[in-house]
């Protein structure tokens, strides 16, 4: 049986990627810092799971990840831990530059460490992935080539800065000590359990309870859109058949716009949730200033991963978003639980509203309410 030290495990990507190791007789060992973003609830379903192990602690800590290497003896690491959110580093990048940045080089160092003492055998074997995303290519014009593993890096916002930082020590520790790492670079995911800080799971959670849905600037901003389950299956393919040193992009073929994903999303719910008296959702459609330096358009170009690992994605954009909305509609308990009251505070700052009340009852939020608020917050 295989051993993967997962960190991030217990975020969006990670803990789907945790769960889908189940039936693939994997033992994982977890390591999570449980952040505002990280949740033992998105485990559940590993719950007394002999071959699960969880273990709270940052990736930063060297001596705890010694520790865990050693004990463990991974066949390989498998890194998502990060802050992930855009906003969130605009409004405080502090975080993003100590996880993403000095976190990662800390990681790089304990495996390499452990990795120089495997045998021989294991150590060819031994893979180090680094789970990166579309963002540190900066933005494509409206009508440019997609983005592939050549386009040079040109990070736009404190988040994709610091991912492209911890991109370029990876490389270096390949290049440099040989250390058997691989890339990845990502779309736009969404699935279950995603933190409702994000696009998708913060409109269908809005709609849901009719209150405004917060579209930056005109809307038009494209994003290539690719289901969580369809990225861990591409990450799974890059640890058994990837090549180290290489980098591998990974998307949806899918580009949108974000009103259309936002209008998709309120007709789905119009469908789905019958009763809502919230019907049209897209009524609820609020547009609020934009994002500072908000990239325009990304688009991946998937091609190699297609070619080299025969990989390509399943989900289709309807049936993604479907199985989506039906996850967040049946898992109340869940949602309630990720809204604490920090959660609560970062919505009042962001939307620029004195409290999140103001956006828990649409009727006192109107639509010029929401966008002054926001303006006078300088958003
Ligand atoms: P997430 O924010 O949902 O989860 C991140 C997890 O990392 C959380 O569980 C958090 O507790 C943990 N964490 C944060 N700091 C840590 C630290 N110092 N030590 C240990 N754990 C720590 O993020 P996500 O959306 O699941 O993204 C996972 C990875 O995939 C990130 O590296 C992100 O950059 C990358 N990515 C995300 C997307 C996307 O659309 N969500 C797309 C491409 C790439
Ligand atoms: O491209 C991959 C990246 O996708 C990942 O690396 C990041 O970790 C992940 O957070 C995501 O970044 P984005 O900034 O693209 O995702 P977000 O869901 O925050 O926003 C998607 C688009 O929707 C973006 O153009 C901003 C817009 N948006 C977002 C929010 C939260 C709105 O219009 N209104 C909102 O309230």
Partial sequence: MKTILVTGGAGFIGSNFVLGEKSRETRVVNLDLLTYAGNLLNLQERDGDPDHVFAKGDIGDRPF??????????????NFAAESHVDRSI???????????????????????????????RKDRFRFLHVSTDEVYGSLGPAGPAFTENTPYAPNSPYAAS????????????????????ITNCSNNYGPRQFPEKLTPLMILNAIEGKPLPVYGDGLNIRDWLYVEDHCEALRMVLEKGKPGETYNIGGCCEKTNIEIVNTLCSLLDEMAPESPYSPHSSLVTFVNDRLGHDRRYAVDCSRIGRELGWRAKETFESGLRKTIRWYLDNTQWVQSVRSGAYRDWIARQYGVADANALQTAPDCSANKLQSASRSQGL
Avoid: M
């Avoid at 991912?163 to 691989?182: E, M």
């Fill in 65 to 78: 990840v010694r520790k865990l290497l050693d004990d463990n003896r991974p066949d390989a690491v498998i």
């Fill in 91 to 121: 409004d405080s990048p502090e975080s993003f530059i100590q996880t993403n940045i000095v976190g990662t080089y800390h990681l790089l160092e304990e495996t390499l460490a452990f990795w120089k003492n495997l045998p021989a055998d």
């Fill in 163 to 182: 991912k492209a930082a911890s991109d370029h020590l990876v490389r270096a520790y390949h290049h440099t000590f040989g250390l058997p790492a691989i």
